[in-house]
């Protein structure tokens, strides 16, 4: 994978960013400090990746249309109004990307949000606000092998905050655990339900390979209704594995065949170590492997399956 800034780095206003109606100059883009969204967490966003081609000359964006589509059903739940449909909010994204001429892997940030400047801690006929801004960026999670940790902060319920909808406030309850987990040298947190089921990473779906078939928690474990892991479901059935959703105990992470975590920000990360256990053989299993090179083949253009999942920014 090509290389690109640390996402822990801050990100350069460089370039063009789209802000209420209009592009203008990413470090232009801000808001006020009395935000609703910045005081309460009231925002919805989306994570989206493209991939440079070098051979093609072209920029991919993957599975474009589909973030959309889950950034309106979130914004539905928290009473926000997007300024377009999918499409629409698509070709935005693709303008935003011909104007900044990126020629690199790139992470693009849908953000929705309550811009009312009030104090008033609600949703219903508080003034919207939308954006976007991309930035280049390679690696989010370690593709080669990374260490795991469970946490003791419990996956917030849907019952509480929404885990299907990817609100902004919700994400304190993420940054606890991959802090927590940081704590344990570990690079990612898993975490567990209410109920002691396994939910998810920190930022991303979690699958375990037991008896040659991948398994995933089910939706209703308080995960995020991931794209990705849609996305891995179907290469999983081309390949040949079968692919289960149902709970999943912490002790089944001990004993699995392999393990790994996918997301748009991981991609597809493999796990080797959970709460220093060895996971398997304590390397890259086969399937991982096989789901890996195939998904990054497939979103670079460098395998032609599944055209309809990538977007071509340039011609």
């Known amino acids: 994978m090509k290389a690109g800034p640390s996402p822990a780095n801050e990100i350069p206003e460089a370039g063009t960013a789209y802000l209420d109606g209009a592009f203008v100059p990413f470090a232009d883009a801000k808001v006020s400090i009395a935000t ?40 539905r739940i928290v009473r926000i109004d997007l300024p377009g449909d999918a499409d629409e909010l698509s070709e935005i994204v693709l303008e935003l990307l011909r104007r900044n001429a990126f020629r690199s892997d790139v992470y693009i940030r849908p953000l929705a949000y309550k811009a ?13 606000g939308f954006g976007i801004y991309a930035f280049p960026m390679g690696g989010y999670l370690s593709t080669g092998g990374l260490a795991a940790h469970t946490s003791s902060w419990r996956r917030i319920s849907d019952e509480a905050i929404p885990a299907r909808a990817k609100v902004s406030g919700a994400y304190i309850n993420t940054a606890l655990a991959v802090d927590e987990a940081g704590e344990h040298r570990a690079e990612e947190a898993i975490f567990l339900t209410a109920g002691g089921h396994v939910s998810e990473g920190g930022g991303s779906n979690l699958i375990m390979v037991r008896d040659g078939a991948l398994v995933t928690p089910p939706v209703t474990d308080d995960i995020l209704e991931g794209i990705t892991r849609q996305t891995i479901a179907e290469l999983a059935r081309e390949l040949g594995y079968a692919f289960i959703e149902r709970s999943i105990d912490r002790t089944e992470l001990f004993v699995c065949e392999e393990l790994f975590f996918c997301g748009t920000g991981a991609q597809v990360a493999p796990c080797v170590k959970v709460d ?40």
């Open 36 to 75: 609703h969204a910045l005081q309460y967490g009231t925002g919805v966003f989306e994570g989206i990746r493209a991939y440079w081609n070098p051979s093609h000359e072209q920029l991919y964006v993957f599975r474009l249309r589909e973030h959309f589509e889950r950034m309106t059903r979130s914004c």
């Open 116 to 128: 009312a400047r009030v104090v008033k801690v609600a949703l219903h006929g508080l003034r919207d």
């Open 276 to 315: 220093g256990r060895q996971v398997g053989d304590g390397a890259v299993g086969p399937i991982a492997k096989a789901i890996g090179e195939r998904y990054f083949a497939i979103a670079r253009g460098d395998d032609a399956s599944h055209p309809e999942w990538r977007t071509a920014v340039f011609g």
